[in-house]
């Protein structure tokens, strides 16, 4: 396990809990987790379950989903509510009947006998240890990738098929390749698909680096990559022949480590593409994958890489390659809601640039 990897957060056995038994007025429940008090539930998981989902369905009526800002005010509004269902671990084990078993409550917090953790990370935790215990398949890819806790792994497959497809149009040799924010790892596996075999991996996220990392133990692939953890090129020192990021999306501010996967700060674009030309040179490939969605959302109302690349004469675009946007979540059909219109005009964006050497 990495050092400071990310973990849920979980409290002492001693915090004040209200307990219920099955059988108890949801409302009653309810009312009580909206003044932030503390709720668990005894004998079966099943009970905890029926009352989050109970609940899930009248937030789901409160704060209809019309797009993007919406499903965002409903996913922190439910969280906050059920962040108040309480579930207790005794010895690595919840101990309702029926409860799904996640060994990680156990590895995470060794010593650590008794403790409550909150419903939804719970079930967080449940939901990555079934991806990363069973694995994941991306197309084009001939084994499964195990994306750890807390790493980022795609729901969607187009910018991956872009990304093979753009691979295997661009057969020259590249030497040295970079992934920056390589999440679970998974562009890192096409690379070594189309034969780069001297590739460097960074993530913000300790635990992306170790996600990778496992994976290509097991198939025996870790000489072909150095892995880092850090910001953007994390102290490597070499020029690459070709840069590939898919970078967070969504302006704004993460709140954890986990969000940056999907927001970024004020003054990214810029130091990513002045990092970047220190790490090319000429003739160099730079392959960012992006969307419009920002743009259909109406949350930016110019797209950053455009906006970059009409004021910085380091670097030329050679193409831009697109593809609809499938039907929501193709890989992981948990889909909170009806797919929004903004979200159905979705096209998913490989910018193919190349660094002038200006
Ligand atoms: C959208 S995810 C993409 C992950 C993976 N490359 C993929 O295509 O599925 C963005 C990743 O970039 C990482 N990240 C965000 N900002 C970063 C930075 N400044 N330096 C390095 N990694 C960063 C996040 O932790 C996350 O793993």
């Known amino acids: 396990m990495p ?31 909206q003044q932030n008090k503390k709720v668990g539930f005894t004998k079966t998981f099943g009970t905890a379950l029926a009352f989050y989902s109970w609940l899930k369905k009248r937030a789901l009526n409160k704060y209809s989903i019309k797009d993007y800002r919406s499903e965002r005010l409903f996913r922190q509004k439910f969280r906050e509510l059920t962040s108040n269902i309480l579930i207790k671990v005794i010895e690595g084990k919840v101990e309702l009947k029926g409860a799904p078993h996640i060994p990680w409550l156990k590895e995470f917090f060794p010593g650590k006998e008794c ?57 020259r040799r590249f030497g040295k ?12 596996f096409y690379m070594l698909k189309h034969k780069i075999t001297d590739i460097s ?14 994976d290509l133990e097991k198939h025996d692939l870790i000489q072909n990559v150095q892995l880092r953890q850090g910001n953007f090129f994390a ?10 990021f898919n970078p967070p999306w969504i302006p704004g501010k993460p709140k954890s480590a986990i969000d940056r996967a999907i927001y970024y700060e004020n003054g990214m674009w810029c130091d990513f593409f002045n990092e970047t030309a220190n790490h090319m040179s000429a003739g160099s490939k730079l392959v960012l994958l992006f969307s419009n969605f920002p743009l259909v959302e109406g949350i930016c109302n110019i797209h950053p890489i455009q906006k970059q690349m009409e004021s910085d004469n380091r670097f030329r675009v050679s193409n831009i390659v697109t593809k609809q946007k499938k039907s929501d979540n193709s890989l992981n059909n948990k889909s909170l809601s009806e797919e929004t219109e903004a979200k159905s005009k979705e096209i998913i964006e490989l910018w193919d640039i190349e660094f002038t050497g200006k």
């Open 115 to 171: 403790f409550y953790i909150s419903f939804p990370e719970f079930l967080g935790m449940n939901g990555a240890w079934q991806w990363f215990s069973k694995g994941m398949r991306f197309p084009g890819l001939p084994y499964r990738l195990h994306p750890f806790y807390g790493t980022y792994f795609p729901t969607r497959t187009e910018h991956l098929e872009l990304f093979d497809e753009w691979l295997n149009k661009n057969n």
């Open 3 to 33: 050092q400071n990897y990310i973990k849920p957060k979980v409290f002492d056995c001693n915090t004040e809990v209200i307990q219920f038994g099955p059988g108890n007025k949801y409302g009653k429940i309810e009312k009580l987790i």
């Open 235 to 244: 102290g490597f020192d070499k020029k690459f022949d070709l840069v590939t």
């Open 201 to 214: 991996a960074t993530d913000i996220n300790p635990n992306a680096i170790y996600s990778l990392k496992n």
């Open 177 to 188: 390749a970079i992934d920056v924010g390589t999440g679970c790892g998974v562009l890192v």
